[in-house]
């Protein structure tokens, strides 16, 4: 093994981050909830779902229900796909500023960004930004570079799918923007017609999401403006443009702890360098790799607005970059040893965590028995309405997305029953065949009943769980019916 870690270094962490990150997860009884709404949007979504645009669900749906055979491991290795697609062009990027050592212990330290893999096995929006953010950024430097009408196209491209996938990867193309007016260099390429062919790409990709947002009302921008202006502090209103910036910055640090940590062990005692990069260079990473991150907290700062940490996913990715651009040292022998062992002893160390969370934990989200629990809709369906097929339903993500992936006639789900947010159904086709309606509190139920006219009161079902060490817990499901004959 030693053999090849020094002869292949960065193909075998790649392997084994790879085997690590999506085996570990099968563990689990049940997919993680946002990767089950994603396949969701994949399944029933056309140019944009009811939070984001629509690219992740066209993965998932893609790799679940085509190449996957609807398979959990289809999910979990997409999202090790996407960690390893942003891996190969982190370390492109890299070879740009640093040598080939570094960029590959550049790279491989992001083992120590909880990103990369303890919170990347529930695939999302945040994981897909992981190889769309340095994918973007890397053709955007080789543009610079070379001023080739090849690289402002695929820049453009990337760009238009960063886009296309979250909202919040507007924050790099604010940042690379500023970089082309701040940079003298830069600055030269704008007399030229590469970037503005770049920037018709990038309209064009996202062009199909625009027009949905248009006739949509915004719906998954009102969802993206409400997730950051959840106020805790609404009593304290001058607090809030500090706590909440600062809050976010502390989350941004601690999750990146262990990166830092391996670097400043192996380098304390190393014998410092200064890698010569031109000013250029220094603006250029400071710029990509830090500025997104100062916008977001600048944001927070201004506004007085709650930020989720998890919104800062994809901005760590020039991490290891950074910390051997600026903080420079031999690369003895000494040194690697020390990195070799900190990223693998990090690794293990985190995946054991994960085994023992998922082995443990009791909860539904972890070890729901999501076939079985659909046969049961099915028995619960057929019991009250004959022959009459279930095609719809009703009820939170959790548990409605559950059913619609899950249960044998494949329904279709109208999350929290309000057909505004799900306008990929007919309401007309809705009201004429029913839905069973599912949500995990009685209060939840009751506020559906709100939103949909003759939905029938809650019954109770108990849903039993068991996790991998033996232990049960009961879960109690609220579910009725909509629309059929008696709950008029």
């Not at 097929?389 to 548990?399: F, I, R």
Request: one cysteine or more.
């Amino acid at each position: 093994m030693m053999k090849y870690l020094k002869q292949y270094p960065f193909q075998v962490f790649l392997v084994l981050h790879f085997m690590v990150w999506s085996l570990v997860p099968l563990l689990r009884k049940a997919l993680p909830m946002d990767s089950i709404e994603a396949v969701s949007w994949g399944m029933y979504c056309d140019f944009g779902t009811n939070k984001h645009p629509p690219l992740s669900g066209w993965l998932a749906n893609f790799f679940y229900n085509v190449i996957g055979f609807q398979s959990p491991y289809a999910i979990y290795a997409l999202s090790q796909l996407c960690v390893l697609i942003g891996f190969i062009y982190i370390y492109r990027l890299a070879r740009g500023f640093l040598s080939k050592d570094r960029a590959i212990f550049a790279v491989m330290l992001l083992e120590g960004v909880i990103y990369y893999g303890f919170s990347a096995i529930e695939y999302n929006v945040n994981v897909v930004s992981l190889a769309l953010w340095p994918m973007c950024v890397f053709y955007f430097y080789k543009a610079l570079k070379q001023n080739a009408f090849k690289d402002w196209g695929l820049t453009g491209l990337f760009a238009g799918l960063n886009l296309f996938n979250k909202y919040t990867s507007g924050l790099l193309l604010l940042s690379m923007a500023f970089f082309m007016i701040y940079n003298k260099n830069a600055r030269q390429k704008l007399k030229t017609f590469g970037p503005y062919f770049c920037a018709f790409v990038c309209l064009i990709v996202f062009l199909p999401h625009l027009v949905w947002l248009y006739q949509h009302n915004f719906a998954s921008l009102s969802y993206f403006v409400g997730r950051g202006s959840q106020d805790s502090l609404a009593n304290w209103p001058i607090l809030k443009h500090f706590i909440y910036p600062v809050k976010f910055a502390g989350a941004q640090i601690l999750f990146g702890l262990g990166a830092l940590l391996i670097y400043g062990i192996a380098w304390y005692k190393a014998k410092h360098l200064d890698i010569k990069l031109t000013r250029t260079q220094k603006d250029f990473l400071l710029t990509v790799g830090v500025l997104p991150l100062c916008l977001m907290i600048a944001i927070s700062f201004i506004f007085g607005v709650k930020l989720k940490s998890m919104w800062g996913f994809p901005s760590a990715y020039l991490t290891g970059v950074l910390l051997f651009a600026f903080l420079p040292c031999k690369l003895t022998d000494i040194f690697k040893k020390k990195l070799y062992i900190g990223v693998y002893a990090l690794m293990s160390l985190m995946a054991v965590a994960q085994i023992l969370i998922i082995c443990l934990n009791k909860s539904d989200k972890f070890q729901l028995d999501a076939k079985a629990f659909g046969q049961s809709l099915e028995q619960i369906w057929y019991a009250k309405n004959g022959k009459l097929p279930l095609e719809y339903v009703a009820g939170d993500v959790w548990w409605a997305n559950n059913a619609a992936l899950f249960a044998p006639s494949k329904p279709k789900p109208i999350i929290w029953g309000d057909l505004k947010q799900n306008p990929w159904f007919d309401e007309n086709d809705v009201a004429a065949k029913g839905a069973l309606i599912l949500t995990g509190g009685e209060a939840e139920y009751y506020a559906l009943r709100k939103k949909m006219k003759f939905v029938s009161p809650p019954q109770v079902m108990e849903v039993s769980v068991q996790n991998r060490m033996g232990k049960k817990k009961i879960k109690k499901v609220y579910y009725g019916f909509y629309n059929i004959s008696g709950e008029r």
